[in-house]
Structures are given as C-alpha cells and as structure tokens.
C-alpha cells in the first residue's frame, strides 16, 4: 500500500543553519503520528513544508502518490492537508461564524448556505456555537484554539497537521481537544501531532518519530521512545534547553 505521505531526503536549511538533514518518513492513511524533539529541532519546520509555507532544499515529498512540493497552502488544503499553527490564527475582527466561512468558502464546491450548515455543526460540536455572533477578538486562548480546530474541520481534511495544539490550555479543555483528535481519528483522518506534552503524545499516538537537530534519531512505539537512549539524551544533554 503507497503511504498516504511520503518524506524522502527532505533537507532544509536557513541560512547556514541546517533545519532538516535529509528526512526520511512515511505516514499510512488513518495513523496518529506523534513528532517530539526538543527546542529547534525541525518540528514546525517539517510541518511548514508538509503544509506548502515553506519550501525545501532538497528531497521529495509525496501525498496519496503525487509530489507535492512547491504546491501553495492552499493548493494543499483543498487537497485534504489541514493544520494548526503553533501561535494560533484567527482573524480577530471577523465573527467565530466568519472565521468557518472564511475556510469554507475557499473551497470552490461549497455554497454559502450548506457551508453556513456544516459551520454551525461543527461549533456545535465544539461548544462554540453560541459564540458564532461574537468577534474572534473575544474568545479566550482555549477557545480561540478551537475555532482553529473547527475551521481546520470546515475543508474535511484527510491529513491534518497539529503544531503544539495544547500549550496554555487547562487539562479540562485538553481533555476535550483530546476527545476530538481520537474521535477524527477514529472517523479515518490521519492525525501527526507535535506536542511537548509527553502526556498527550503518549496517550494519544501508537508511532512517536523524534527529531534532533534535524534528524529522526528515533521512530517507534511509546514505549521504545520512552526507553530510547538517544532520545533521553537529545532531552537531557545541556546542548539544549529542558522541554
Ligand atoms: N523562518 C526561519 N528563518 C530562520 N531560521 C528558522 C526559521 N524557522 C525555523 N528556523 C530555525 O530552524 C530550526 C528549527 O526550528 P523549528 O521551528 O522547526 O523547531 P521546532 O522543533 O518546531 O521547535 P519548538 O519546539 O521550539 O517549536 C531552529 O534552529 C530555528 O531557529
Ligand atoms: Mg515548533
């Protein structure tokens, strides 16, 4: 079966600065991948390229098996590749309900009344439904984090990309946003998530790849991650800052 993506010899550098050094991976339709690595080790890097924001020195990357580098974000979301931002992004001045619209609209199959729908179905799902009204600028962080979650949700996406989606969230909500990663999931859409939260990754991801400085220096089960010398020592050694 050819995996839903596939990652090969990906390098990216900035500058000087190597980012990613030669990535090799391969992501199976309906997986829930988790990518840890310490500070600055080519996380949302990876995300950024996977997603059409950055491009990449070298390598190919292929998505139900055609290549996809060079393709535009949005290009790609029609496609089915969805993602959260590491500093979450809505538009502030535009009501919770224009924010869906926003999404929903750019897909040029819907119309405005049943993209309207599926809008409110989703903010219903995610308790945010009698906020639709309400600016962006007035939800709290966590549900600002939702409304990235539901707009995410508007394109019906098969691959979605999730960048730190817990950071500043209290356990109560994370709880919710884990409820809803298992339940689309469990609906068939690959999830990878990136998340310093060890917790999550290991209560939600049956595969965890580890990235340092660049490289997969691990990709197994929770369990050999969590026994994994390498990986202790890209998060212990004093070459980095403690996650
Ligand atoms: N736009 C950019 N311009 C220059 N350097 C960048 C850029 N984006 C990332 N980098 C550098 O690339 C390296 C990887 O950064 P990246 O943001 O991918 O790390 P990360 O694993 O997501 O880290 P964190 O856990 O802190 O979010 C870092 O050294 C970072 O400073
Ligand atoms: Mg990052």
Not at 18 to 23: D, V, W
Not at 44 to 54: A, D, E, W
Not at 143 to 155: D, H
Not at 176 to 205: K, P, Q, Y
Request: glycine share 12%; charged share 20%.
């Amino acid at each position: 079966m050819t995996p839903q993506l596939e990652i090969s010899g990906l390098t990216k550098r900035f500058g000087g600065l190597t980012a990613l050094s030669h990535i090799d991976m391969a992501v199976d339709g309906g997986e829930m991948l988790g990518l840890i690595g310490p500070n600055g080790s080519g996380k949302t890097t990876l995300l950024n390229i996977v997603s059409g924001y950055y491009d990449a020195n070298g390598g190919t990357l292929s998505y139900e098996g055609a290549p996809i580098l060079g393709r535009s974000p949005h290009e790609l979301a029609r496609l089915g590749i969805g993602r959260s931002f590491q500093v979450t992004k809505v538009f502030r001045r535009l009501s919770v309900l224009d924010n869906m619209m926003v999404a929903g609209l750019s897909d040029w199959r819907a119309h405005r009344k049943e993209a309207e729908e599926r809008a409110h179905a989703i903010l219903k799902d995610l308790t945010l439904d009698r906020l639709a009204h309400a600016p962006a600028s007035s939800l709290s962080g966590g549900q600002a984090k939702l409304l990235e979650f539901a707009r995410i949700m508007m394109l019906t996406p098969k691959l979605v990309l999730l960048d730190e989606p817990f950071g500043g969230v209290h356990p109560e909500l994370k709880r919710f946003m884990h409820d809803h990663i298992r339940a689309w999931n469990e609906a068939g859409v690959t999830i990878v998530l990136i998340s310093h939260d060890m917790g999550s990754i290991f209560g939600l991801c049956r595969r965890v790849v580890t990235l340092s400085y660049g490289d997969i220096i691990c990709d197994g089960t929770p369990e050999e991650t969590r026994n994994d010398p390498a990986v202790l020592d890209a998060y212990l050694g004093d070459h980095h800052d403690a996650a």
